[in-house]
């Protein structure tokens, strides 16, 4: 066997934990196919949840590398840039600050000159420093203030309408508490999302002072020239510098200028980054909440799919031929700590849901019994040994909370294409974040409900 | 202790050039220059003669090897040979088969050099970048990212005095030297005896 087999075969085994060979079916707005760990689960309406059907919300913004916490009305004056770090405008790589001595006349006597420090920035990545820069002119400004001019004119505008005629029945909109609930979070409720033609309420804020006379700008509109100017002669035989040019996504990100040159780069202030956290459109019900500490990566709320609903994972797939029957051998994981029963069920014929499949499967019938996941386990040595009767022709192993079971397939299409199979997964699921109801027979116990979720298998193409 | 002894390396005085490096062929160092324990240096199909003040980090490879097309014994084929200028620094675990190298360049690390490529003076080689053009790179360049891009640096980057100066402080205390060889003088061991 030549290495090169070996190299195969080895990327092979580790291709079968990516995470997209296994997909769950998620119902809501569309239908979504994607795998658990992409997932969340929301406990109240006891359904997965994907990003699509949850609503985002930004929670807080930090810059990414002094990592400092910025308050959101901090944030939108400052454009969502960071006040002490720059990027590279050439890698887009955080710049860091150095230093060199200079010699540099004394304020009191110009003729000795003394070494002073002078600092530049300089990047680590592709070696450009500020002094390859130009210094840049104030080109845009001006179209700046008369943006923010007509937005605080309409703004005024609008408060002297609904000062003007304010009635009882006016919609939940307009009232005092939503519109100071907009102008701290930005676009968060639904109902202020910018549509076409809405007037600029963003730049709204940052404005002049009242009492301040509005000086009138007039902006001059861009005209048409009919005339162009040639191009220069030697413009098809000059050969191209290519360093000396900036490409279109370094121009682009100075939308200001859009430097055609690169020595007219010039370093731009670090993008700040948001912690969002989700919610759940139906109960309205956080899903996911980040700490407020821009270095700490945990959550206060973290209802992701991984932790509620159990995992099937493709763990060893043997040669698949066409309309041969082969045995796929997978792994079921429970995360949950109690006992979860899990049921899989073939897909009927002329299932909607059942789009993607190309082969025919055969799932064991029985149910499958996992145990509950137990933190201790691994360090308890006098661990009773689990006493499950399995199978051994369902079940091949099993492990703590994990079982290894067979499922039969038998590939239907022929040719090129990889070999899909989907089933139906069914499983108990104990609500705890449900209020215990007092129940009149004295049953502590929370009830189990019966969750059933659409999975599909990538198996990867026929063997040659 | 054994040392491996490289009848044909000629090792300036004032190079530190640690005895784990290895050194085969015809190798010239210059003095000041630092040789990392694990770098090779190895002249396969022609001399390689290295300037001073370079800096060879660890697991390093500079290698004057044949072209793929050419067995070793095809006759008429003469050798070539691999000229280092000065000042140039070779980060940790690079690759260089280029055959000429001018001064001030600095290879970072995993950076990967054909053997038709001539670097002339200032020239960075991004860490990681594969350069196996059939070109000469114009003064100052740097190479950098996953696409080998390049762009023009205005100053070039600075020589590693103050590094190559605690290093040969440093390196000794640690590690035993490969001994400065001279084709013409008599040999060095006699004299560090008698000393």
């Not at chain 2, 190895?42 to 490879?61: R, T």
């Amino acid at each position: 066997m030549s290495q090169r087999w070996v190299e195969l075969r080895r990327r092979e085994m580790a291709s079968l934990l990516q995470p997209e060979r296994v997909l769950y079916l998620v119902h809501g707005e569309k239908k979504i196919r994607s795998p658990l760990s992409q997932l969340y689960f929301c406990r109240y309406c006891s359904e997965l949840r994907s990003l699509e059907c949850v609503s985002h919300e930004v929670d807080s913004h930090y810059c990414p590398s002094c990592l400092e916490n910025m308050p959101s009305a901090e944030a939108k004056l400052k454009k969502n840039r960071c006040a002490n770090c720059f990027d590279c405008p050439c890698c887009m790589h955080t710049l860091s600050t150095r230093a060199t001595n200079i010699p540099a006349p004394l304020p009191d006597d110009p003729t000795k000159t003394a070494m002073k420090k002078a600092y530049y920035l300089a990047c680590g990545f592709c070696r450009w420093t500020s002094r390859d820069g130009a210094l840049w002119g104030k080109a845009i400004n001006k179209l700046i203030e008369y943006y923010q001019q007509l937005a605080q004119r309409e703004k005024l505008e609008r408060d002297r309408k609904k000062l003007a005629r304010r009635r009882p029945f006016m919609p939940l909109a307009f009232s005092q508490h939503t519109i100071h609930v907009v102008e701290k979070y930005g676009l968060g409720t639904r109902l202020q999302r910018t549509r076409p033609g809405a007037p600029i309420t963003s730049l709204a804020g940052l404005s002049l002072k009242e009492g301040e006379d509005q000086k009138e700008i007039n902006i001059e509109p861009a005209q048409a020239l009919d005339e162009v100017e040639p191009l220069p002669e030697d413009c098809y035989t000059r050969p191209i510098n290519l360093p000396e040019g900036t490409t279109l996504r370094q121009r682009l990100l100075q939308p200001d200028f859009q430097p055609a040159g690169a020595s007219q780069l010039h370093p731009k202030h670090k993008h700040l980054l948001i912690k969002r956290s989700l919610r759940c459109r139906k109960c309205e019900h956080n899903l996911s909440k980040p700490e407020f500490n821009p270095t700490s990566i945990k959550f206060k709320i973290q209802l992701v799919a991984v932790s509620y609903i159990p995992e099937v994972r493709i763990m060893s797939i043997p040669n698949l031929r066409f309309q041969k029957e082969s045995q796929v051998l997978l792994t079921l994981t429970n995360p949950v700590e109690n006992i979860t029963h899990v049921t899989l069920v073939a897909c009927e014929e002329g299932d909607p849901e059942d789009i993607n499949s190309t082969a025919k499967v055969m799932v064991p019938i029985k149910e499958l019994v996992l145990a509950g996941k137990d933190a201790a386990a691994e360090y308890d040595e006098l661990a009773e040994p689990q006493d499950f009767q399995d199978d051994p022709d369902v079940v091949a192993f099993r492990k703590s909370n994990k079982i290894g079971f067979f499922i039969k397939v038998v590939p239907q299409r022929e040719g090129l294409g990889d070999v899909t199979v989907s089933f139906k997964i069914r499983h108990d699921f104990r609500n705890l974040a449900a209020p215990i109801r007092p129940s009149e027979e004295g049953d502590a116990s929370t009830e189990a409900i019966w969750l059933t979720h659409h999975v599909e298998l990538n198996l990867g193409p026929l063997a040659p | 202790q054994a040392q491996k002894t490289n009848p044909s390396a000629k090792i300036a005085a004032g190079a530190v050039v640690c005895v784990e490096s290895e050194i085969r062929g015809d190798v010239t160092i210059g003095p000041r220059t630092v040789v990392h324990p694990k770098a090779r240096i190895i002249a396969e199909a022609g001399p390689i003669i290295i300037g001073e003040g370079n800096l060879i980090e660890e697991q390093a490879l500079i290698i004057n090897s044949y072209p793929e097309n050419i067995m070793p014994d095809t006759e008429g084929v003469e050798p070539k040979s691999m000229t280092i200028g000065i000042n140039n620094v070779f980060e940790v675990g690079c690759v260089s088969q280029a055959l000429q190298i001018g001064d001030n360049n600095v290879i970072e690390s995993k950076a990967d050099l054909g053997r038709n490529v001539v670097l002339t003076s200032g020239c960075i080689v991004g860490a990681c970048c594969q350069v196996n053009t059939c070109e000469v790179i114009p003064e100052n360049t740097v190479i950098y990212g996953s696409n080998s891009m390049r762009r023009l640096q205005t100053e070039r980057p600075q020589p590693q005095t103050l590094q190559l100066d605690f290093l040969m402080k440093i390196l000794p205390n640690y590690h035993h030297m490969k001994k400065a060889v001279k084709v013409t003088s008599t040999p060095v061991r006699n004299q560090a005896v008698t000393h």
